[in-house]
């Protein structure tokens, strides 16, 4: 069963200990890509995610501000993803969004950085990862405003919205991802999501090292887990696991514009140059 996990935070210190035996139980899973988020820890650690895509040919990278961090973003972090922007191994720019739920930032904050960095993913050509959590009607409104004529779309990561979110976001040119959430007993609302949207439109993510699935629930998550995301999809929309799996890849490999092959780690993309590592 091929799996690819379109969400995960590999540089957290949860891994320390045993990361490399975490990505090969990932391997051993089935899991033949991963996208590495680059924003988690903050504007301190923008390259985050890179290096695992410098020495990985399985994993690519994002970069980013996440809005819980929104206070901290200087000029130079905004210069800065600018020139990692033009790595070849990142293929998007996030997660970045607005979060409601815990307000680290403060809303008119996390508002302005959000809008600068859609400016900048679009100059970059790069789509984008979006964290949204109960702001979806500012999230949604921005991106209408700000990020829809890009044409270049996006991901939803780890849904949390109405159906009417959800296809209000596929008008926008996004694919929406579920996480181990979706595998609660609680959570019937994202599963009957799920149910109603496209098949082409779905991708699956862990998250990792947040949200584990029901089985493993309050244990730290991995890439390996992504499995159980995609039998629970499978299960709401009548279709074997592997059949699942195959479609989300499928999706994910389409919408980044991915061949079947891992891109060679010697690539140099169209966006330019690699950026002086600082």
């Not at 789509?127 to 500012?138: F, N």
């Not at 990792?208 to 887990?225: C, D, I, T, V, Y």
């Not at 092959?261 to 590592?277: K, M, T, V, W, Y």
Request: charged content about 25%; hydrophobic content about 40%.
């Amino acid at each position: 069963m091929e799996l690819i996990d379109s969400h995960a935070h590999l540089e957290f210190a949860q891994f320390d200990a045993d990361r490399e035996e975490m990505l090969e139980r990932a391997r051993a899973a089935g899991v033949a890509t991963l996208l590495a988020i680059g924003s988690g820890s903050g504007p301190s650690r923008l390259d985050a995610a890179i290096p695992f895509a410098e020495t990985h040919d399985w994993i690519f990278a994002t970069i980013g501000v996440h809005p819980h961090e929104a206070k901290l973003a200087t000029d130079e972090h905004f210069a800065r993803l600018d020139e990692l922007a033009r790595h070849p191994r990142v293929i998007a720019w996030g997660e970045i969004g607005l979060d409601y739920f815990y307000d680290h930032s403060p809303k008119d904050v996390q508002h302005a950085v959000f809008r600068r960095q859609l400016e900048q993913a679009r100059a970059a050509r790069l789509p984008i990862v979006i964290h949204c959590r109960d702001a979806w009607a500012d999230c949604l409104a921005i991106l209408g405003e700000a990020w829809r004529s890009s044409g270049l779309g996006g991901i939803m990561h780890c849904f949390t919205g109405s159906l009417e979110d959800a296809r209000r976001s596929l008008e926008m040119g996004f694919v929406v991802s579920f996480a181990g959430n979706v595998t609660y007993p609680k959570a019937q609302n994202l599963r009957d999501v799920a149910r109603e949207l496209p098949l082409e439109s779905l991708l699956i993510e862990t998250d990792s090292p947040f949200l584990a699935p029901q089985g493993k629930r309050g244990k730290r998550n991995e890439p390996a887990n992504v499995a159980e995301v995609a039998r629970t999809l499978a299960s709401v929309r009548n279709l074997a696991a592997s059949e699942m799996a195959s479609i989300t890849s499928s999706n994910f490999r389409r919408f980044f514009k991915l061949s079947g092959e891992a891109r060679p780690l010697n690539a140099i993309a169209d966006r330019g140059g690699l950026p002086s590592q600082s």
